[in-house]
């Protein structure tokens, strides 16, 4: 039973160690939210910086807090509503900081009993100016 | 300790379907390979499908065998070295099947004392017709 729990835990950390490998290496920005609590559970970088924000502050709070004129149960129920519709829906949203307009596209998961949103956040066509600019 | 082994399990399933999750929603065709036998450990539905192979069966065959002209111990050097060096760097290659011109862009991890390749897998510009078109 030692050997297998020492297995469990190595399994464990394989797991965890490339699922953070993955987040980093992703050109998406991505936000792990629990759907109950509608707090954050993991960004990657990238999410973290389209944020304006540092990813460990981010970790824990709202994920609603993030925007303009969005509140908690809104942006929630917005986000479910768009995970569950048919095709490609996503949600539109501008950042706070930095005022950024963005959309939310939702994945709706469960693990381990607790219902889990995946959001990738692409920022606008054409919002960025530096690969706006033309030669 | 019956429930802590309980927890522990939980633990685990819960980062493998964040990571199966994160795996299929990223838009970048992506595969773990095992540095020491060159094999895949995962692969992403993107990926499987540049390479023109089922998800399933590309689980545990050489990654090296999915290009062209290149043996299995040259491919893995090419990567590992890639991998250490500075700055962003790739390794061209071309499909088995489909003949698609590739970049491979590697990132060398170790998970449970094992080293891993987290592998990259992008079409070169130009090489999709579709989004090659313009009206």
Chains 1, 2 share one sequence.
Do not use: W
Not at 35 to 44: L, T
Not at 84 to 89: F, S
Request: aromatic share 6%; net charge negative; with cysteine.
């Amino acid at each position: 039973a030692q050997m297998a729990l020492e297995q469990d835990y190595e399994q464990q950390r394989e797991y965890d160690t490339r699922f953070h490998v993955l987040m980093e290496s992703t050109r998406d920005a991505f936000i792990f939210i629990a759907q109950g609590s509608g707090r954050v559970v993991e960004a990657n970088t990238l999410a973290a910086r389209l944020l304006g924000r540092d990813r460990n502050d981010l970790t824990g709070s709202a994920f609603a807090q993030e925007f303009d004129g969005r509140r908690k149960g809104e942006m929630m129920d917005a986000l479910s509503a768009a995970a569950v519709a048919e095709g490609t829906t996503s949600v539109p949203a501008q950042t706070r900081k930095g005022g950024k307009n963005v959309h939310l596209y939702p994945i709706l998961f469960r693990a381990s009993g607790e219902r889990m949103l995946l959001c990738r956040i692409d920022q606008n066509a054409g919002e960025n100016a530096m690969s706006d600019a033309l030669p």
